[in-house]
């Protein structure tokens, strides 16, 4: 169950760093690239990452950012195009089922390739950076439990 635990905060601290926030993919959210700046910076120092290692995450991240930003827009257009659709006194059923699977589908490989993405990342990691990264995520983790936990009362 903690190994369990430790993947899902690995996962999702590294999609926070790696690619724009999913709630950006649906148009709203906080935070921009000076926010995405700042994460980095942090984990660049807080890994003690080399110059190559930098390099490299940069390079992959605005290839998933560029990505990323293109299923965004397909998914919109579906999106119009299921709007103006439903305005029809006659929609076609079957287009707005097609326009809701395309969306469906490009969330799912773009979620499919930030996963591989964060696990091609953290195999470049020494076994000590690797530690360091974990506990990061603990405190990621911890932070935004609290934060949670005051937003509730």
Not at 1 to 14: E, H, I, Q, T, Y
Not at 71 to 80: I, M, Y
Not at 126 to 150: A, D, I
Request: proline share 2%; glycine share 4%; no cysteine.
């Amino acid at each position: 169950m903690k190994n369990k635990l430790v993947s899902l905060a690995l996962f999702l601290v590294l999609s926070l760093a790696l690619t724009t926030s999913q709630a950006l993919a649906w148009g709203g959210g906080q935070g921009g690239p000076s926010m995405k700046r700042g994460m980095e910076s942090k984990m660049f120092k807080t890994l003690a990452l080399t110059k190559e290692q930098k390099e490299r995450f940069l390079t992959e991240r605005q290839k998933m950012a560029k990505e990323a930003l293109e299923s965004r827009q397909k998914n919109e257009r579906f999106r119009l195009e299921m709007k103006a659709e439903l305005v029809k006194d006659s929609p076609d059923k079957d287009r707005l089922h097609k326009h809701i699977r395309e969306i469906n589908n490009n969330s799912t490989e773009l979620q499919i390739k930030r996963l591989d993405l964060m696990l091609e990342m953290r195999y470049q990691l020494t076994p000590e950076q690797r530690v360091k990264f974990k506990e990061m995520v603990e405190n990621e983790r911890k932070q935004m439990k609290k934060s949670w936990g005051k937003k509730k009362h």
